[in-house]
């Protein structure tokens, strides 16, 4: 019998479309199907507080420099002990429970802000200790860069205010001097995320998005138009901006930045979304991306999940094939970010007192590699990880289908397109369109056929195959059912 691809996740799609399925977990879709997506492993020492934000900071010749925000600290990773070394200024900070360090590259700087403190900055070539950024630079939410500027929004003296620096001097903050200015908007709501280009910037408002465009050749030196109304940012964290596009979470669901706006996640994922999380976290929800792989990652608190300012569960978005995936990675977590480790030799890894068939992954991980950025997360002791370890337990599912077009069919069992040495699976039925699922018993795998047995009758079949955890395999895309038509009744 032909091959019955594994479906698209879309929950929120009715039940009786062949090519969705309401459960699918673990994976990373590909072309045509699905990959191993790897579980997390702990690598550096704990912070000393729940981590408030982090940056990945580019330094020079492909070399990267990691650093984390706490309540009170300003931290960077030293890779050679896999430690932390504070960098705070003198005296420290005050971050709020519930806010997050907003960080921005400016050349060799980096400048961040945590909405109640002095704006800081460290010079990446000399990184020793962060400093006030300058006296009269405004406290704000959320720092980026627009062209030769470093502009702040959400001013914690009007929260629909933006402010930016005199040209290519972040740290000149007098208005109307050295092209230096700031903007106020008079609706919109508050000001919830920025992502900034060369040219321009897009502000996402709470009800609705603005678009600046530089204009040096004009005394305005920006000016700023209101794109979508009645439409805006629910989280602040969620905006995510890409090669391919500003990705984020408004009120009703993900979308891709446009005028119109594309909804990414609509009748698929954003009414079940909506639903696995309560309303006060929304704003908490926390993106990130990996570029290596073309995904969007959000991640958020479950309705299950008790662990306050946590993650339980990540949503994942390939726009390069634009399907999604819900991983459930094991692991409560109290970041998502995009890191990279140094480089390491076997020497250096035993330099580090772990013993070589202690590590806490395989020699060819990309976690000893350096380099590309890749997913990173923090656990709830604060440590930093990968997401380069053994894959994690995959699920997939078909959609409900009928093998004989208008009758019943009796199927013997199903053997998966897929390379893994060991799987399992089961098959549901029902007898028509709008009656319950019945399952059969999960079954093994045959080593010597390839067929998972299973012996099922009825006029609808889906298909589930689970993958354990630990088990190596690189691609899975369907299902061969064996199976024979029977009658009508």
Known sequence: MALISFANYAPDRSSFDPDVADSLENVLPIHGGYGPFPSFTALSQPLPERPQGSYLAYVVNGNYLLFAGTATKLMKFDGATLAWIDVSRAGGYLTPASERWSFAQYGSWLIATNGVDPVQYIDLNSPVRFADLAQDAPRAKFVGSMGDFVMLAHLATNQRMVQWSGLNQPQFWTPRQRSSDFQAFPDGGEIMGFAGGVNGCVIFHAESVREGKLALETPMVMTFQQTLTNHGCMAPRSVVATGSGIFYLSDDGFYRYGVPPVGIGIERVDNSFIDDISRQEIYNVYG????????????????????????????????????????????IMTGLIDATTPGYTLESLRSLGIPLDQLPFSLDSRAWSGGTPT???????????????????????????????????????FTPLCDASTASGRIAVKDRAGGPSSWSNPAILSERTGLIPARSSGRFHRFEVTIPSGQQWTAVHGVEPDAQPEGQQ
């Open 288 to 331: 990130s991306e990996d570029p290596n792989r073309k995904i969007v990652y959000w991640a958020y608190r479950s309705i299950g999940n008790t662990l306050e300012n946590s993650f339980d569960k990540v949503l994942l978005y390939h726009y390069g094939v634009d399907r999604w995936s819900l991983l459930k990675p094991n692991r």
């Open 375 to 413: 997913i990173a997360a923090y656990d709830t002791d604060f440590r930093l990880g990968f997401f380069s370890g053994d894959p994690l337990p995959a699920t997939l599912q078909t959609g409900d289908v009928q093998l004989t077009t208008g009758k019943r069919s009796f199927v013997n069992g």
